[in-house]
């Protein structure tokens, strides 16, 4: 137990440590020392401690227990995040040298990694939401590092869309992330706390076998899944993960590989066996495997269109975030009727966090060095970088590679294994434009990773001035490329090779991505291009949640203020009750004259009434 929170622990305290530091090079140090620490612990716990549940008292009155869960989900994960927040800290060494300040970063960077091992490890629910919350905070501190706005942190260029601006800049886009996450948070809170009044326990282990868990509707599964489906930027809640791209690079890399957005459809995973108990799971298991479709589909899109180098690997990240939060209702679909396979499902849409993780974590930080060195964040603006940045470059094709699938990288194998779920629960309940929906995806795929890296390392304007990065900077993305196909490799031969239908598909998308992006690029097609703007313009969603909904807050605000606050608040305190008081008042004064005999007489009055009272009553 006390190795585990070790583990858990060891980046936050760092990180207050680093807050009484002046100097820059020691904050950033002791973090990612702090960091690799915590990962080396977490490799002890994955390698030598007995699974099991441990825990310690905390808040008795509402169950909520310190309490850790080490099984064949926990474990793994924990090396995962551990291992790539350190990656990711050594590489921000040098990426965040000389920012103006480090002591904001260094402090949440570890903060947030602590957050994120609390998820990976809590068994208690009342634990997991504190890490859950801590992730939410952290996201807000770090997507909106760069509070001044400067236009080469922007996402989207200066524009307008319908009256609508079309650009993000760190302080809206962090806002807009901790908005969307906290819409879901509130209902993700309720439906904890009806779980817990049901059942009488927040663990995770005892609600898998809670028969209580029998008395709930759909509904409270419903509320759960909105907490996962915007903390993992599922459809329609995406656009916050796109524009949180403000944001450092190494926090990119952190939010999408290693913490915030796999803590959804890591919950997601391990609540599936909880939800088998529900009557009505199988609209709860339908739901989160449409959603996680239509979400792969629309950011497959948008990553197609995209004219930033982080807004293709942010679609991308949705996109199989999408194809997870898939594979997992796909799991529990079929689970309901073959229970004694539903782990081993489940495993399957584990392991693509696993694919995803390392081939993104290696991709952000790789195209950070490029915005880093050529100074741009736009595609088309540089170009030919192979012959400047030979490192990156060999490291960047590896891991684009593995992002879309193409054997015998780790991605390929991940994402199969993941996308059987989805096919085989399609068949099974006669899903029959699931297969269509899935093959359009795998074919787009491999076309964006080829456009990424043709009109980046192959072909563009060459600049005059551009070197290699630092390295410390390439040597983890480097190391990530490399693990990309160690890792297939062993996946291939120590889980399953698949090999489906599915590949035909991709080899078609990197056909067709290889020809218009390495052989032939600069094809254009007028017909195409209202299509290609409707998906570069994001579906004109960001009309949506940018315009209408806070044109509709701002009314619904105003009739508020002015029936509410003005009209019965203000005007029953201040107005109605002083006139009546006042009223009254003056009819009151006109009865003290100063006349006694009148007195007297309100006197003879008052006994009278009396009497008469006590005699009918």
Known sequence: MEVVLLTIFTPLLVSVISLFARAEKFKAWVVTLGAFVSALLATYVYTSIQPGVYSVSWIGSVGAEIAVRLDHFSLPM???????????????VKYMEGDYRPGWYWFFFGFFATSMLIIVYADNLWFLLVGWEGVGLASWALIGHWYRDEYDKWVGKEEKVFGVPYWWTPSKASLRAILTVRFGDSFFLVAIALFYAVTGTASLTALTHAGALKTLGV???????????TKSAQFPFHEWLLTAMTGPTSVSALIHAATMVKAGVYVLIVTTPIFLLVPGAELYFWVVAVVGVATALVATIIALTAMEFKLVLAGSTAANLGII???????????????????????FAFLHIVG????????FMGFGAVIHEAGTRFIGEVGRLWRHMKITAVAMVLSMLSLVGIPPFVGYVTKDLALEN?????????ADWLAPALYLLLFITPIYGLRLVGLTFVHGKEPEEVHEAPVLMWLPYTALAVATLALGVYFAVAVKF???EALIAVALGFLTGFI??????????????????????????PILYDGVFPLLYVWVSRFIYVVFDRGLFDGLYHSVIPGVVETLSNWARRLITGNLSLYVL???????????????L
């Not at 924990?78 to 921000?92: F, K, Q, T």
């Not at 995803?356 to 991709?363: C, F, G, T, W, Y």
């Not at 218009?516 to 969603?541: C, M, N, Q």
């Open 78 to 92: 924990g090396v995962l995040v551990a291992w790539l927040i350190a990656a990711i800290s050594l590489y921000s």
């Open 219 to 229: 509904v409270p599964l419903l509320f759960f899944a909105l907490g996962p489906f």
């Open 325 to 347: 939060a898939a594979a997992a209702g796909a799991a529990g679909l079929l689970g309901l009727h073959e229970h004694e396979l539903l782990q081993g499902l489940l495993f």
């Open 356 to 363: 995803h993780a390392v081939s993104k974590a290696s991709l």
């Open 422 to 430: 989805v096919f085989e629960a399609g068949h099974m309940y006669h």
């Open 498 to 500: 698949p090999l489906t």
């Open 516 to 541: 218009l992006y390495i052989w032939l690029p600069g094809v254009r097609s007028e017909t195409l291009r209202p299509l290609w703007e409707f998906a570069y313009r994001r579906f004109y969603l």
């Open 602 to 616: 309100y006197g003879v009055v008052g006994i009278l009434i009396t009497l008469l009272l006590l005699v009918l």
